[in-house]
C-alpha cells in the first residue's frame, strides 16, 4: 500500500488539519506530514518551529513522521516513492483550489494522485488564519489548536 503525503503549510497546525492527518494514518501504513514552503503565505512560525509543533502534536501516532520542503510538491513526492497525496476539504471552494492543484501535480508526476477527504463537521470554518487572526485580538484558541501547541501560538502571536 502506498505512503500518504499531508502537504500544507500548517502556520500553525489546527485541530482540523489533525482530524485529517489521524484519518489518513487510519488508512495507509504510513503518513508524511509535509510541511511545505508557500511562496504566496509569510508564515507566522519558521519551517523548522513548524515542524517541530507538529511532532509533538503526532508523537503518539507511531506511522505518522514529519519532513519540510522548499522543493515542487511533485517532484518531492516522486523521490518518496510509491506514495498518494492526501487532501482536507472544507468547502466547494477548496474543492475548486485543490483539484486544480491535483490535476497540475498529476501533469507533473503522473503517478501521483490525490485523495481528498471531507473535513469533520466541527472543523468546517477553522484554517490556520483564522487561528492567527482570533488569538492575535486577543480570542480564546483553545477549540482550534492542540492543546501541546497551545501555549507557543499564543506566545508567538502575544510578540507580533
Known amino acids: 500500500m502506498k505512503t500518504a503525503i499531508c502537504p500544507g503549510?500548517?502556520?500553525p497546525i489546527t485541530l482540523g488539519h489533525l482530524d485529517i492527518i489521524r484519518?489518513?494514518?487510519?488508512?495507509?501504513?504510513?503518513?508524511?506530514?509535509?510541511?511545505?514552503?508557500n511562496s504566496k503565505k509569510t508564515g507566522l512560525f519558521s519551517v523548522?518551529?513548524?515542524?517541530?509543533?507538529?511532532?509533538?502534536?503526532?508523537?503518539?501516532f507511531p506511522n505518522v513522521t514529519v519532513e519540510s520542503s522548499t522543493a515542487l510538491l511533485a517532484q518531492w513526492a516522486e523521490e518518496k516513492g510509491d506514495?498518494?497525496?492526501?487532501?482536507?476539504?472544507?468547502?466547494?471552494?477548496?474543492?475548486?483550489?485543490?483539484?486544480?492543484?491535483a490535476l497540475i501535480n498529476r501533469?507533473?508526476?503522473?503517478?501521483?494522485?490525490?485523495?481528498?477527504?471531507?473535513?469533520?463537521?466541527?472543523?468546517?470554518?477553522?484554517s490556520s488564519s483564522i487561528v492567527r487572526e482570533v488569538c492575535s485580538l486577543g480570542g480564546d484558541i483553545t477549540d482550534f489548536v492542540p492543546k501541546e501547541i497551545?501555549?507557543?501560538?499564543?506566545q508567538k502571536l502575544a510578540r507580533g
Open 9 to 11: 503549510s500548517f502556520d
Open 107 to 126: 501533469k507533473l508526476n503522473p503517478k501521483l494522485e490525490t485523495v481528498f477527504l471531507p473535513t469533520s463537521d466541527e472543523y468546517l470554518y477553522l
Open 48 to 60: 523548522e518551529e513548524r515542524v517541530e509543533l507538529i511532532r509533538r502534536v503526532v508523537q503518539d
Open 83 to 101: 506514495c498518494v497525496l492526501v487532501k482536507g476539504l472544507r468547502a466547494i471552494s477548496d474543492f475548486e483550489s485543490e483539484f486544480q492543484m
Open 23 to 37: 484519518r489518513a494514518a487510519e488508512i495507509f501504513p504510513h503518513v508524511i506530514v509535509a510541511v511545505m514552503v
Open 150 to 154: 497551545l501555549p507557543d501560538v499564543k
